[in-house]
């Protein structure tokens, strides 16, 4: 018999494969755990829960995949762009942003519908509105709605779900309630081509490409003003000046020299005083005369000027000399883009898969082969053996090519900038890549390798015999994890340097990677709710950076509500909750409150017919079903936060401890007591599995049983259920919306020696 302390005081390996439990001579078995669920790895070597979704809102079309795309102006002014089919919206600072055309509600009767009145609203069936200042029947409160049954000054009011909002039973509304459409732009991209999108920002224009689509940029010039135009990637002519331009269909332009164009030529027009609508865009020309013409747009529409403000004076109009007519067009258009050393570059269309086309430097959109002068724009075809398509380009101080069948880094034989004349792109190594977009860390780039299942990161290691560069496999501990395979990562630089993963069934996988501290640990997230008879699907991911000093990544999460399948975007809260528990934030697609005392919470129609767990005042609730009229509370709350509950938990391997002869594997042993040293932390079970769990105990009498119990930090030490076995795990769980960190565990076990 061996009696034996040991200490498990880091976790910095993170969930390992079930192949790993035989290799306990390796330094990260004894940093590794075989279960790590909704756990997230700290840096500093211990775990902690991670926080809860909220609710931000529903997309526009729950029935079809949504995609969103980050827009990052500055920290300050960060915006979350959701693609659906045909459309764009967007979000800012955690809500929708709305056209900014308000309306006033004069009257709202109390039938089944309900009808509205706002003289000449402008509304149309199915247009989707945000009501808000409800100080009289405030039972519609401030949500979102669509509308039905319009005519010229009235409407009727219909849930997300279609169904008529009936107002027989509300209170009598009297003055209050003002409304908003959902700020929206039209966009050409379909459902199906919406996950190949591709981006590269520079300041407020951002380059969107895709191989069916011609380039587009989309330029902000306010939270509820956004533009999205076909490009044409070209020099631009000497500029001929515009004396008119008429109000009709089409409009006619007037130039006051002889302009010289062509039906069908490219053109930008630019610094217009009046009819604003047409500045810094691109057309065609049509029905061409020696001073006028008339626009057309990239699809060849007639542009309708009879509603646009006046022209009053000024104003350009440039031929654009287009340079690739020959490689790019319909269903061969760049697929993907980066920024380099002040170019634009585009790369792999369908004709031209290995083909890079760089811009002339400074000067983004002009494409033009010039006569080999330095800043002249380029067009560089890797050579190999065989088609290797290029996947992804990422450009930190050098850039990289990933492709079908290997990685490439471009470089100059000079070291200076790049060039037509001393341009060489040299492979390095044989992985390839799957179409997903890598992520940037520092100088790093992380891909995702063909076949889906191993993450890759490319990176310098000054080594002779690699040519100087390398590409290590990070997944190699935990394989299991991504072999269903990968389709998206996200970048949560602050606080805690996370990787965020999305696997192809919809789990979320997390990645704690502090390259410099050798920490590399994935662990794996079950979303709380459900779609269909599984776990909810998690379907995209992005981070954005705040000035806050935590990044927040947002998400589209798929779900089945009410027998109805719903995709909802959701926020990750912060990590950083304070030192209460009536700040904690433990429930997923959840809403929270705080204000005056309150038996009940309403506005929560997201969540109607779901079971849904609740923090009250710091303490837990009893589950509680949501109904049309929301949740009606044991007691009165003066703060909470409600939503799907979910499971945090973590499974030591088997543990390796002292022996009287050899390892402790594959021995007998008993786990008699075991220490958990605990950081702001409340409400958890322990025990040898699952099944076998006893609750830890952190009120004591001299608690008052009317106020929640306070985040415990320190050591908490239980005697450990169960007999001898061969394995000695130690499991830990929480159940409850509560906070949980675990720093360190340290067992004590006897060995039954032979």
Known sequence: MARSAPALSTFTAGEISPRLEGRVSISKYKEG???????????????????????????KNSSAQTRLIPFEFKTADTYVLEFGNLYMRVLRNGLQVLEGS?????????????VLTSNSHGLSNGDEVFLSNTSAMTELKTRNYLVAN?????????????????????????????????????????TADIPNLRFAQSADIMYLVHPSYQVRTLLRTDHNAWILDAIYLGEPQTAKTIT??????????????????????????????????LNDKYFTVANVTTHTFTLKDIDGNDIDTTNYTAWSSGGTV?????????????????????????????????????TLFFSKSADYENFTIGSGADNDALIY???SNKVNAIRYLSATRILIIGTSGGEYVLTTTNGGPVTATTTVIRKYSNYGCTNDEPVQVADLTLFIQRGGRKVREFKYTGEVDTGGYAAPDVTILAEHLTEGGLTAFAYQQEPESLIWALRADGTLLGLTYRREEEVVAWHKHVVGGSFGSGQAVVESIISLPTDSGEDELYMIVKRTINSQTKRYIELMKNFDFGSASTTAFFVDSGLSYSGSATGSITGLQHLEGQTVSILANGATHADKAVSSAGVT????????????????????????AGSVDGTSQGKPKRIHAVTLRLDETVG????????NLDRIFFRDSSMSMDTAVPLFTGDKEIEFPGGYDDDAKIFVRQTQPLPMTVLAIYPRLNTFDK
């Open 33 to 59: 755990l075989s279960d790590l669920t909704n756990m997230i790895v700290q840096p500093h070597g211990g775990v902690t829960r991670r926080p809860g979704t909220e609710f931000l809102g529903e997309v």
């Open 102 to 114: 308000a309306k006033t509600v004069s009257a709202i009767t109390k039938a089944n519908p309900g």
């Open 150 to 190: 319009v005519t010229t000054n009235t409407f009727t009011l219909t849930d997300l779900f279609g169904v008529a909002i009936n107002t027989t039973g509300f209170t009598t509304y009297d003055s209050g309630v003002t409304l908003d459409k959902i700020y929206e732009i039209a966009t050409p991209y379909l």
């Open 244 to 277: 008119g331009i008429t109000r009709a269909n089409p409009g006619v332009v007037t130039v006051h020299e002889t302009h010289a164009f062509s039906n069908g030529d490219a053109v930008l027009i630019e610094s217009i005083v009046g009819m604003t609508q």
């Open 318 to 354: 440039k031929k654009i000399n287009v340079s690739v007519p020959a490689l790019f067009g319909a269903d061969n258009n760049p697929s993907v883009c980066t920024f380099f050393e002040q170019r634009l570059v585009f790369a792999a269309t369908n004709n031209n898969p290995q």
């Open 381 to 383: 075809t890797i050579a």
């Open 633 to 656: 509370f044991d007691f009165d709350i003066t703060s909470g936060a409600i939503g799907f509950g979910y499971t945090s938990q973590m499974q030591t391997l088997r543990l390796e």
């Open 684 to 691: 958890i079970e322990v025990g040898p599995d699952a099944n």
